[in-house]
């Protein structure tokens, strides 16, 4: 079983930067392809980034392609998601989530889910 929670959220300038972790329990950890998803109240929780098992593959959704990057420290147990010039429209509750690749992130076949965090962006 691996449990995951996410840090980092808080209340961001549009234009600045913002980091989100996302640390994992359980030995199994460097196994899973691992998904950022953002919700906002009324929407569907939609993934925004994946990355791959060994991390030398990523996903990233077109409204936030050139400016978040997704990245892992298998070691660390832990993936981060870095968001440089985050827009008032990325104001979401942000979610981390395991899944079997990156297919199964984008299909939404999601084995773990983190609590989440929310990101303000005002601006």
């Known amino acids: 079983q691996v449990q995951l929670g996410e840090s980092g959220g808080g209340l961001v300038q549009a234009g600045g930067s913002l980091r989100l972790s996302c640390a994992a329990s359980?030995?199994?950890?460097?196994?899973?392809?691992m998904g950022w998803f953002r919700q906002v109240p009324g929407k569907e929780r939609e993934p925004i980034a994946a990355?791959?098992?060994?991390?030398?593959?990523?996903y990233y959704a077109d409204s936030v392609k050139g400016r978040f990057t997704i990245s892992r420290d298998n070691a660390k147990n832990t993936v981060y998601l870095q968001m440089n010039s985050p827009k008032p429209e990325d104001t979401a509750v942000y979610y981390c989530?395991?899944?079997?690749?990156?297919?199964?992130?984008?299909?939404?076949?999601?084995?773990?889910w983190g609590q989440g965090t929310q990101v303000t962006v005002s601006s």
């Open positions: 990355i791959s098992w060994t991390g030398g593959s990523t």
């Open positions: 359980g030995r199994t950890f460097s196994s899973y392809a």
């Open positions: 989530a395991t899944a079997r690749n990156i297919v199964t992130v984008l299909r939404a076949e999601i084995d773990h």
